[in-house]
T-cell receptor
Framework: SQQGEEDPQALSIQEGENATMNCSYKTSINNLQWYRQNSGRGLVHLILIRSNEREKHSGRLRVTLDTSKKSSSLLITASRAADTASYFCATDARSNDYKLSFGAGTTVTVRA | NAGVTQTPKFQVLKTGQSMTLQCAQDMNHNSMYWYRQDPGMGLRLIYYSASEGTTDKGEVPNGYNVSRLNKREFSLRLESAAPSQTSVYFC????????????FGDGTRLSIL
């Protein structure tokens, strides 16, 4: 069963704006990862945040993790047309033998 | 450096036919995975291989079999295809399970008529 749930399901923004999407999960986790999927392609790993970390940055990406609320957010700053994609969170937990469990994703459209 | 290569990219089958999806990785990863992706459902794990010589069921293994041929290759077989198996199939690999990023192929788009 899916552990993560992304919100919103879809997001449309203007180029240059920030995009924020959220992921909630149900059980205690070991790590949380974010992936991007461009249309017709495989998933590409963006960032991994461990359960003992609260925030992580990578270029224009900022990920936060709140284990007390069982939620994470992904912020993309100064969005570009090339950021148009679906974004997925994935969690792993000891209870699931550390296998990744993916959410259904947020589809982001960046308008020029 | 090709990463994860899946073949074929597209396939149409009739109900009851069999086929094998191939996956190979050139990153010397220990763990390999097969997922299916259906609209609105994210990725669901079919089978995985934590290391060469081992395979285990994932969330949706029914109707599938796998073979970890060697460290590089991990194949997925549909013995008797059903329309419910129409999906996009992704192979992935990682150094180890858990706290390692997974690297994905570009998928096989499979339609069962």
């Amino acid at each position: 069963s899916q552990q993560g749930e992304e919100d919103p399901q879809a997001l449309s923004i203007q180029e240059g704006e920030n995009a924020t999407m959220n992921c909630s999960y149900k059980t205690s986790i070991n790590n949380l990862q974010w992936y991007r999927q461009n249309s017709g392609r495989g998933l590409v790993h963006l960032i991994l945040i461990r359960s003992n970390e609260r925030e992580k940055h990578s270029g224009r990406l900022r990920v936060t993790l709140d284990t007390s609320k069982k939620s994470s957010s992904l912020l993309i700053t100064a969005s570009r047309a090339a950021d148009t994609a679906s974004y997925f969170c994935a969690t792993d937990a000891r209870s699931n033998d550390y296998k990744l469990s993916f959410g259904a994703g947020t589809t982001v459209t960046v308008r020029a | 450096n090709a990463g994860v290569t899946q073949t074929p990219k597209f396939q149409v089958l009739k109900t009851g036919q069999s086929m094998t999806l191939q996956c190979a990785q050139d990153m010397n990863h220990n763990s390999m995975y097969w997922y299916r992706q259906d609209p609105g459902m994210g990725l669901r794990l079919i089978y995985y291989s934590a290391s060469e010589g081992t395979t285990d069921k994932g969330e949706v293994p029914n109707g599938y079999n796998v073979s970890r041929l060697n460290k590089r290759e991990f194949s997925l077989r549909l013995e008797s295809a059903a329309p419910s198996q129409t999906s996009v199939y992704f192979c992935a690999s990682s150094d180890w399970a858990g706290d390692q990023p997974q690297h994905f192929g570009d998928g096989t788009r499979l339609s069962i008529l």
